[in-house]
């Protein structure tokens, strides 16, 4: 596959503006499947559609190598993110651009750019006939949105996905151009809602001011029992109890690659860090369980003095739980703490909770062989040693591929660090680009 | 004046949208302050109005008696809230409407009602040449506002205003119908805004959580360590030092005259009442300070999950202050509070305080004489013992008079409970109108 072949495909690709987030855009969606399908097709896949109703298909598609060969999976998503605020980009966001010695557009980064790097070095080893081994493609459309249907579709192809020894997921940054990354624990995640209602109406607190419970005072209290705001430790008994104490050996580890808090506090933009047990600020978000408020909202906060006691209160928040530590458990203690919480207020405080999201952390041994290979292979590609390392954020996908079908997941990618994912500009380094299509070959073609 | 004329000019007086927090009803402001000059000078008073700019006028208005007279003073406003919601009245917002034997209509109760009814006492006391006290009228417009410019009118009056003997003001509820009611106490006030700031935008919750702060979170534990939300008691160290206990023989008063849970949580449309230091829940908010958070706003309230870490945060909340309790020294112990409690945080939060109102509370001896003579006057028309009462709210006016000028102030009024002020279907009692321009007769003509 000659280099402009590869730019077209992505430049087509990019060109869809595959948006699952927006229904407007569900014809889109369609157009990236059968982009895919058609392109995986010519290449030996049978392909097959996952769909449920009018929501985007999971792609599935598998090429048989030779019977000595082994089964690798290869997990993508083909929609992007929104591509808002559009007047901060500064070129077309579904328009591939070269500039710079990056590739930029919507998708670029997260995650067509990997998609069509897993193709392309697929492609090279069907076209040098190297490749021994079977290939499945798992393409879902539903990455951005919270793979709603993912974990049914893994059920739906359990006895097809059994076969396979090792799933690939190349949706992550490298840790530094040319210093390759393998993630090998994100965090879990169970996200809450509450609402608590006073009364019918919001009250003078004048007339009421002591007479009456104030929702925002009570929401206040709860979050301060819930966890310290200095130390950022949670309050919640038992919520630490199942996590494990990170073995020195892999501190060590980590502690090797660590930011420096300039570092990732520019990162961060944010004013400052803070140190949660004397770990580095770049680890604790990775090796740490935490709770944090998303939204709150009471009363009014509109322009000017209003002296009212409002009839209600409203929180987002949610905890991001490390390996060890159960989603649905947590679910339950975080419930049955507001609950004991609320029963002090009795009757004049209504209140209900819901739960959002509902995500198992996912962690990998680095000792797994096809880890440990694939470590090699990218460090003797880029000649720099691979660094292991923990997420902070949630991959859902990951995780529901490990707990439902106990394969091992290699988490991997070639973006770099600044490709603005999410974000205005999102791009994918040149030279990354094309080191990884040639280290995709290697590892598909020899693990 | 016949009854006839009476309802007439009451009706051109509600006629007159003389809204003053809606800009463009300057002129309707302006139409008011006219109907009251004219009706005024044709009383034989000399009218004087004070402005500042384009705000609305203040109207001082002297009509000097016999050398042996007292010299009154009747404070009133002439502007009125909005009448939204419209679609919720049951009869046009600017008709006087006579239904069911009330008078309906947008400032019949608050209080151009009031107004009317010191107008026609005085007219009747001319008419009959009873009347050998000095009467000045202190009229303004900016009391649904903030009575912003009243302090400084009464500076300009100073000289006149301390001629006058006793003030008069008529803007409060009967106790029951044909049971008067003076009210002796008002709480004060100091309201304040806060605004927190972590970083430049909302950070990822996964990749920052246990890095950085979060407003919300320490809103939340400054709010914990403001007041205990179930006992409603201000934790700030020194803010109870300088309220008095309240004495025996005042509470006894009180006492007799408390509203049962139910009426009270039926009118506050509350789901429950709470009760501070075992006082009955309808005297807890006239009798102690208070803390209420009016508003707080921080990151994502949208529908959905958002896995952010807010950038910044924002609360409004205030205090209400009881008599000996001093608005400048509690504004400058809470912001000391803040200060101190802020530290904590260091660089790593931005923050900034604003204060907005500043509000002293009111109090005036029950054992006033002119106070104890007007509640006779009142007991004895009525045929009812006269009610003293403390109220939760604040009405500026009259900290102010009684500060500024050390003058005795009685605060009373004719409209019942369920006049609905500052809301739709605002009402006037028709038996309680008549009866109080009688009794107002007797009070001007006889103190």
């Given at each position: 596959?000659?280099?402009?072949?590869?730019?077209?495909?992505?430049?087509?690709?990019?060109?869809?503006?595959?948006?699952?987030?927006?229904?407007?855009?569900?014809?889109?969606m369609s157009?990236a499947v059968k982009f895919l399908s058609k392109?995986l097709t010519?290449?030996?896949f049978e392909v097959r559609l996952l769909q449920n109703g009018q929501n985007p298909a999971t792609i599935f598609a598998k090429?048989?190598?030779?019977?000595?060969?082994?089964?690798?999976?290869?997990?993508?998503?083909y929609?992007?993110?929104?591509?808002?605020?559009?007047?901060?980009?500064?070129?077309?966001?579904?328009?591939?651009?070269?500039?710079?010695?990056?590739?930029?557009?919507?998708?670029?980064?997260?995650?067509?750019?990997?998609?069509?790097?897993?193709?392309?070095?697929?492609?090279?080893?069907?076209?040098?006939?190297?490749?021994?081994?079977?290939?499945?493609f798992l393409i879902e459309g539903?990455?951005?949105?919270?793979?709603?249907h993912?974990?049914?579709y893994?059920?739906t192809l359990?006895?097809?996905?059994?076969?396979?020894?090792?799933?690939?997921?190349?949706?992550?940054?490298?840790?530094?151009?040319?210093?390759?990354?393998?993630?090998?624990?994100?965090?879990?995640?169970?996200?809450?809602?509450?609402?608590?209602?006073?009364?019918?109406?919001?009250?003078?607190?004048?007339?009421?001011?002591?007479?009456?419970?104030?929702?925002?005072?009570?929401?206040?209290?709860?979050?301060?029992?819930?966890?310290?705001?200095?130390?950022?430790?949670?309050?919640?008994?038992?919520?630490?109890?199942?996590?494990?104490?990170?073995?020195?050996?892999?501190?060590?580890?980590?502690?090797?690659?660590?930011?420096?808090?300039?570092?990732?506090?520019?990162?961060?933009?944010?004013?400052?860090?803070?140190?949660?047990?004397?770990?580095?600020?770049?680890?604790?978000?990775?090796?740490?369980?935490?709770?944090?408020?998303?939204?709150?909202?009471?009363?009014?906060?509109?322009?000017?003095?209003?002296?009212?006691?409002?009839?209600?209160?409203?929180?987002?928040?949610?905890?991001?739980?490390?390996?060890?530590?159960?989603?649905?458990?947590?679910?339950?203690?975080?419930?049955?703490?507001?609950?004991?919480?609320?029963?002090?207020?009795?009757?004049?405080?209504?209140?209900?909770?819901?739960?959002?999201?509902?995500?198992?952390?996912?962690?990998?041994?680095?000792?797994?062989?096809?880890?440990?290979?694939?470590?090699?292979?990218?460090?003797?590609?880029?000649?720099?040693?691979?660094?292991?390392?923990?997420?902070?954020?949630?991959?859902?996908?990951?995780?529901?591929?490990?707990?439902?079908?106990?394969?091992?997941?290699?988490?991997?990618?070639?973006?770099?660090?600044?490709?603005?994912?999410?974000?205005?500009?999102?791009?994918?380094?040149?030279?990354?680009?094309?080191?990884?299509?040639?280290?995709?070959?290697?590892?598909?073609?020899?693990?």
């Amino acid at each position: 596959m000659s280099k402009q072949n590869v730019i077209d495909d992505f430049s087509s690709f990019i060109s869809i503006p595959s948006v699952s987030a927006d229904p407007k855009r569900a014809p889109d969606m369609s157009r990236a499947v059968k982009f895919l399908s058609k392109k995986l097709t010519s290449l030996g896949f049978e392909v097959r559609l996952l769909q449920n109703g009018q929501n985007p298909a999971t792609i599935f598609a598998k090429r048989i190598g030779s019977t000595d060969g082994k089964t690798i999976g290869i997990y993508g998503h083909y929609d992007v993110q929104p591509e808002d605020p559009v007047r901060e980009w500064d070129s077309e966001p579904f328009t591939l651009t070269q500039k710079n010695g990056r590739f930029y557009g919507r998708g670029t980064a997260d995650n067509k750019g990997h998609i069509i790097q897993n193709i392309a070095a697929i492609d090279n080893l069907i076209a040098s006939q190297s490749l021994k081994n079977t290939i499945v493609f798992l393409i879902e459309g539903e990455e951005e949105t919270g793979s709603e249907h993912f974990t049914s579709y893994i059920d739906t192809l359990k006895d097809e996905l059994m076969k396979v020894d090792v799933f690939y997921i190349t949706d992550v940054e490298m840790y530094k151009k040319n210093i390759p990354m393998i993630i090998y624990a994100l965090r879990g995640l169970v996200y809450f809602e509450i609402e608590l209602k006073v009364g019918d109406h919001d009250m003078h607190s004048g007339v009421y001011g002591n007479a009456v419970y104030n929702p925002a005072q009570i929401l206040a209290d709860l979050f301060a029992h819930m966890k310290n705001s200095r130390s950022g430790e949670v309050l919640i008994s038992g919520f630490y109890d199942s996590v494990r104490k990170i073995a020195e050996k892999e501190m060590k580890l980590l502690n090797n690659h660590v930011f420096s808090d300039e570092e990732f506090q520019k990162d961060a933009g944010s004013l400052g860090l803070t140190s949660m047990r004397n770990v580095p600020s770049y680890l604790a978000p990775k090796i740490f369980p935490s709770m944090d408020i998303h939204g709150i909202k009471s009363g009014f906060v509109g322009d000017g003095p209003k002296t009212i006691i409002p009839a209600q209160g409203l929180a987002k928040f949610s905890f991001r739980l490390v390996e060890h530590q159960d989603a649905g458990k947590m679910e339950l203690l975080v419930r049955d703490f507001i609950e004991k919480y609320m029963n002090q207020y009795g009757a004049r405080v209504e209140y209900s909770i819901t739960s959002h999201s509902y995500d198992n952390p996912f962690y990998c041994s680095i000792n797994d062989p096809y880890l440990q290979k694939t470590a090699r292979i990218l460090s003797d590609h880029f000649g720099h040693e691979t660094v292991f390392m923990r997420e902070g954020g949630s991959i859902p996908a990951a995780e529901i591929i490990q707990r439902v079908l106990g394969k091992p997941v290699v988490l991997t990618g070639f973006v770099l660090p600044d490709a603005n994912l999410h974000a205005p500009n999102e791009n994918f380094d040149e030279d990354m680009f094309w080191e990884g299509i040639e280290v995709l070959g290697k590892i598909y073609g020899g693990i």
